[in-house]
C-alpha cells in the first residue's frame, strides 16, 4: 500500500474543479437553505440547467463561449422563478417536494430518446468544450505536476469560486441580507416590518440556482461530456453534506465542506483499496469498497451533527437555541 | 364642527395626553362614528368553516387615542386584527386606513403604510441579534434592494440612523444591556418587549400590539405602560388587545368589546365596564373581586351565599377555599387594629 501517493491525490482533491463545483453549488443551496430557509431539494437540477443550457447552446446552436454561458445563466434563472412563483407563497416544505420533483424531470427530459438529436439522450453531450480551451492563457507546460488545461480550468473554477463567495458575503452583511435572515426565522415577522417577503425570497432562490448553474459548468467543462445520470438526487444530498459539513450559515462553510467530502471520498478510496490489493481484507471487493465509502461519508455526517452540530465553521451559539 | 374634522390634527397644535374632546361624534353605541377616525371597518365577515369568527358590522377606530379590544377567548379578537393588516382575507367587507381601502392589499404593503402590529405569540427572530431585530425594523434602507445590497456606500449612512433610532427604543425599553444576544436569549416578556420596540421602528401612525402584557412582570407592566401612553405623545394610534382589566382602565381612552365575533359594546372604559351585555360575555358578575387574598375570597364567599343562582348541588359543594372562609370572625379586626 503506497501511502504517499493515497495522501497526493486526497491532496489533490482539495483543489480539483469537482471540488469547485461542489463549494459552488453548495454555496447555492447556503444562500437558498442556510440564509433564507429556503428548502430546495433540486439543485442537482439547477446544475443540469447549467450544464445542458451551455452544452445545447454551444453544440446545437453554435454560440460562443460567453454566449453560452450567459444562456446557461438565464435558463436557471427561469427555472427558478418557475418553481418558485407557485411555491414561494406556500410553506417551505412544499418548495422541497417541488425541487425535487422538478430536478427528476429535468433530468428525464435531457434522457428521453425523442429528444436525442438535442441532448444526446442517456449518453449526454460531448466536445462542447473548445471555445473555453481556446481561451487559455497558460502556454503548454507543467504547473504543478498539471499539464496546462487542468491548470487551466482550476484557476477558472477556483477563481469563480472565491468571487462568487465574496459576492454573497458581501451580500449576506447588507441589510438585504438581514432580511433573508428574518425570513428564515420568520417570515410573517417579517411581513409585518413592512418587507416584500415573496420577492425577496424569488430573489435568494434566483441567487442560489445561478451559483448552481454556474457549478454544473464547472463541473461539466474539465470531463467534456455532460450526462443525465450525474444529475439524479444523490447528488443533491452530497451538496446538503458538503453544507452541513462547513456549516450553514456561512459563506466559506460549503467550500471546506466541498473540500473536506472529497479528501474523506478519496483517502477512504486509497487506504480500502490498498487494504484489498495488499490482502489484508480479504472480505470485501472493490465494488463493494467503493459503496462503503459513502457509509463512511454518512458516518461522519453523523459523527458532525452530534459532536459538532453547527459545522466546521458555523456559530456554536446560533445552535444553543435551536 | 365640520371645519374641524377636516383640519389635520397636527396642525391644530393639540396636545394628545390632555385632548378631552368626546371620541365619539355622537352618541355612544356598539358601531357609532368618531370624531377623527383612522380605521374604518364596514361588514367585515371571516368565517372559518361554519362558524362566523368575525363578523363586525361596523368599527372606527380613533385616531391619537388608546383603544383596548377586548372580549372573551375566541371572541375573533386576533382574527379581526389579521383582517385589518392583511395577514388575513375576510369573506366579505370594507374597511380602509386614513381613507385608503386595505381590501386585496398584502400585508407589507398595509405595515408600509403605516399599521403595524404585533403578534400574540411572540416572533423574534432568534438566530439575530436584538440589534439586527430592531435594524429590521427600520424603514426606507436602501441597502434592503439587491441592486445597491454590494455596496456599503449607498446605505451605510442610514444603517447609521437606523442604529441611533434602535439604541433610543432599546433604552426605553430596558434592552440596551442586550443588544449584542441573540433574540432567542430573551426571556418571553423580554421578547413582548423587543417586538413591541421592533414595530416601533417601522414608526408607525397605527400600532396594533396583540397581548402586549402576557408574560411581563409587574415591575415592567409600569414601565410598559407608560411607554404605551407616551406613543399618544408622540401622535401615534394604539390598538391593543388584552386581558387585563387594570391595564384597560388606565391607559385606554376607549374600549371596543367583542362577542362571538360581533362588537357587543363600546365606549370609555368607565361606562363600557359598567356595561351588564360586557359583564356577562366577559367580566363576570364578580369581577370587582380580588382572589388573590383572603378578604377577597371571604367577600366573594358572602355575595355567591347571597346569589341563589350559584348555588348549584348541595349545600356546601360549591364552597370555595374552606379554611379561609372559615377562620375566626374577628381575625379581620385584629389585623386591622395591627395596621393602626
Known amino acids: ?322 | 364642527m365640520t371645519e374641524q374634522r377636516n383640519v389635520p390634527m397636527g396642525a391644530e397644535n393639540i396636545d394628545y395626553m390632555t385632548d378631552t374632546r368626546p371620541i365619539a361624534a355622537d352618541e355612544t353605541a356598539p358601531g357609532c362614528k368618531k370624531r377623527d377616525p383612522i380605521v374604518v371597518a364596514e361588514n367585515v365577515t371571516r368565517s372559518f368553516g361554519g362558524i362566523n369568527a368575525v363578523d363586525v358590522e361596523y368599527l372606527e377606530i380613533p385616531r391619537h387615542k388608546i383603544t383596548a379590544l377586548i372580549g372573551p377567548n375566541g371572541a375573533g379578537k386576533t382574527t379581526l386584527f389579521n383582517l385589518l393588516t392583511g395577514f388575513d382575507t375576510p369573506n366579505s367587507g370594507k374597511w380602509q386606513f386614513e381613507g385608503n381601502s386595505l381590501a386585496g392589499v398584502s400585508p407589507y404593503k398595509v405595515a408600509r403604510m403605516g399599521m403595524v402590529r404585533t403578534f400574540q405569540l411572540t416572533k423574534v427572530m432568534g438566530k439575530l441579534t436584538v440589534m439586527e431585530n430592531m435594524r429590521l425594523g427600520g424603514s426606507e434602507q436602501p441597502g434592503e434592494r439587491l441592486s445597491k445590497a454590494l455596496f456599503k456606500g449607498m446605505w451605510g449612512g442610514r444603517e447609521k440612523e437606523i442604529t441611533a433610532q434602535a439604541n433610543v427604543l432599546l433604552e426605553k425599553f430596558k434592552l440596551d444591556a442586550k443588544k449584542d444576544d441573540y433574540a432567542a436569549s430573551l426571556s418571553g416578556g423580554q421578547r413582548k418587549l423587543l417586538e413591541m420596540a421592533r414595530s416601533l421602528m417601522v414608526r408607525p401612525k397605527l400600532v396594533m400590539l396583540d397581548e402586549p402584557m402576557a408574560g411581563v412582570n409587574p415591575a415592567l407592566t409600569q414601565s410598559l405602560l407608560d411607554h404605551i401612553k407616551n406613543l399618544k405623545a408622540e401622535g401615534m394610534t394604539v390598538l391593543f388587545v388584552e386581558h387585563d382589566m387594570n391595564m384597560v382602565r388606565h391607559i385606554a381612552d376607549w374600549v371596543v368589546v367583542m362577542a362571538e365575533g360581533k362588537i357587543v359594546a363600546e365606549g370609555p372604559p368607565q361606562e363600557v365596564m359598567k356595561n351588564p351585555a360586557v359583564i356577562d360575555a366577559y367580566l363576570g358578575a364578580h369581577h370587582d373581586v380580588d382572589l388573590g387574598d383572603a378578604e377577597g375570597i371571604k367577600e366573594l364567599a358572602a355575595e355567591l351565599v347571597a346569589d341563589k343562582e350559584s348555588i348549584v348541588g348541595t349545600e356546601d359543594a360549591g364552597i370555595i377555599a374552606a379554611d379561609v372562609v372559615a377562620t375566626e370572625p374577628d381575625e379581620p379586626q385584629a389585623r386591622k387594629k395591627d395596621i393602626e
Not at chain 1, 418548495?95 to 422538478?102: E, G, M, W
Not at chain 1, 487542468?150 to 441580507?177: A, N, Q
Not at chain 1, 484489498?276 to 457509509?295: C, F, M, P
Not at chain 1, 458532525?304 to 451559539?317: A, D, S, W
Request: charged content about 10%.
Open chain 1, 1 to 322: 500500500m503506497d501511502l504517499g501517493f493515497i495522501f497526493s491525490s486526497a491532496a489533490g482533491e482539495l483543489f480539483s474543479p469537482t471540488t469547485a463545483a461542489y463549494a459552488l453549488a453548495a454555496l447555492g443551496l447556503a444562500v437558498h437553505f442556510g440564509y433564507s430557509g429556503l428548502l430546495n431539494f433540486g439543485q442537482a437540477g439547477f446544475m443540469a440547467v447549467g450544464a445542458y443550457g451551455f452544452a445545447i447552446s454551444t453544440l446545437t446552436f453554435g454560440v460562443p463561449f460567453f454566449i453560452g454561458l450567459l444562456i446557461a445563466v438565464v435558463c436557471s434563472a427561469i427555472f427558478a422563478l418557475l418553481l418558485g412563483i407557485p411555491t414561494l407563497r406556500l410553506r417551505a416544505d412544499y418548495l422541497a417536494i417541488v425541487t425535487i420533483a422538478a430536478a427528476e424531470i429535468v433530468r428525464y427530459i435531457v434522457t428521453t430518446n425523442q429528444l436525442t438529436s438535442v441532448t444526446g439522450s442517456a449518453n449526454g453531450l460531448a466536445a462542447f468544450e473548445a471555445g473555453f480551451y481556446s481561451m487559455n492563457p497558460f502556454p503548454e507546460g507543467s504547473y504543478f505536476g498539471m499539464n496546462n488545461r487542468d491548470f487551466f480550468i482550476r484557476v477558472v473554477g477556483w477563481g469563480l469560486v472565491i468571487i462568487c463567495c465574496t459576492l454573497v458575503w458581501l451580500l449576506m452583511r447588507s441589510p438585504w441580507g438581514r432580511v433573508l435572515k428574518g425570513i428564515r426565522e420568520d417570515e410573517n415577522a417579517v411581513r409585518s416590518l413592512g418587507k416584500n417577503v415573496y420577492a425577496y425570497k424569488m430573489q435568494a432562490l434566483v441567487i442560489g440556482g445561478v451559483l448552481g448553474a454556474l457549478a454544473g459548468m464547472v463541473f461539466t467543462l474539465p470531463r467534456g461530456a455532460v450526462q443525465p445520470a450525474n444529475y439524479g438526487t444523490e447528488l443533491t444530498f452530497f451538496l446538503y453534506t458538503c453544507l452541513l459539513l462547513g456549516g450553514l450559515g456561512t459563506v466559506l462553510g460549503p467550500v471546506v465542506g466541498a473540500m473536506i467530502f472529497w479528501v474523506v471520498l478519496s483517502l477512504t478510496q486509497g487506504i480500502l483499496y490498498g487494504l484489498i490489493e495488499s490482502d489484508a481484507v480479504t472480505w470485501l471487493n472493490t465494488v463493494q469498497a467503493g459503496q462503503l465509502r459513502y457509509i463512511l461519508v454518512g458516518v461522519a455526517l453523523m459523527l458532525l451533527m452530534i459532536f459538532r452540530p453547527q459545522g466546521v465553521f458555523g456559530n456554536k451559539k446560533e445552535l444553543a437555541f435551536a
